[in-house]
């Protein structure tokens, strides 16, 4: 089936820091991947769909200038945490659709964020 | 958008007993159906999905039935073993084009040995 891989897995930052969350898609193009927000014993939340080659769309209440989103190849897709504080601390995954499939998400392996 | 509510939020069953959790949606455009497993600090996986022009789909003891008129759709486990612990999603799909799903607020389930 399709891959995708996320990095880093853990991530330890120091508040006020930005991190970089990296999401590919190993043997396909995805046009289209998706992040999620999850906190403990909770759901996934989606925070953006993100489009190669345009500016992502947000999901309401997510703020894109702290959530930075680029999809500059159809095998990579970024998310930056800016200004990170404690409570961004969460699981973040995401996805990718493979086009020409019956649809399905693939997803990453998830990065956890601390932020102290 | 999407309103999905799934139920029950936890379940526990003997080993070899049967699971069955229910997902109702809102939107009636929804045409894809998907049951996601995700294991603590693990990704989600597809176990299983099923599309609106079929009422029912099953892959050894994993099986989904759909009711569109009623809009739910319900996975079920039979002969359920420990490894099926994990925490259940179901997912609708809602929108169109991007295949965006919205995830119910999952169902943890327990199989006690």
């Known amino acids: 089936g399709a891959v995708v891989s996320q990095h880093p897995s853990w991530v330890i930052c120091k508040s006020g820091t930005s991190v970089k969350i990296e999401c590919r898609s190993l043997?396909?193009?995805?046009?289209?991947m998706f992040w999620y927000r999850q906190f403990p014993k909770q759901s996934l939340m989606l925070m953006a769909t993100?489009?190669?080659?345009?500016?992502?769309?947000?999901e309401q209440g997510v703020e894109k200038d702290k959530f930075l989103i680029n999809h500059a190849s159809l095998t990579l897709s970024t998310l930056t945490v800016t200004s990170a504080h404690p409570e961004d601390s969460s699981f973040y995954i995401c996805s990718a659709r493979l086009a020409g499939g019956r649809g399905e998400l693939f997803f990453g392996e998830g990065s956890r964020l601390t932020v102290l | 958008g999407e309103n999905v509510e799934q139920h029950p939020s936890t379940l526990s069953v003997q080993e070899g007993d049967s699971a069955v959790i229910k997902c109702t949606y809102s939107d009636s455009a929804s045409n894809y159906f998907p049951w996601y497993k995700q294991e603590l600090g693990k990704r989600p996986q597809l176990i299983i999905d099923i599309r609106s022009n079929v009422g029912e789909k099953k892959d050894q003891r994993i099986a989904v039935t759909l009711n569109k008129t009623a809009k739910h759709f319900s996975l079920h486990i039979t002969e359920t073993q420990p490894e099926d612990s994990a925490v259940y999603f179901c997912a609708p799909y809602s929108g169109a084009g991007s295949y965006q799903l919205t995830f119910g607020k999952g169902t943890k389930l327990s199989v006690i040995p």
């Open positions: 043997d396909f193009q995805a046009t289209t």
């Open positions: 993100s489009n190669e080659g345009s500016k992502a769309t947000y």
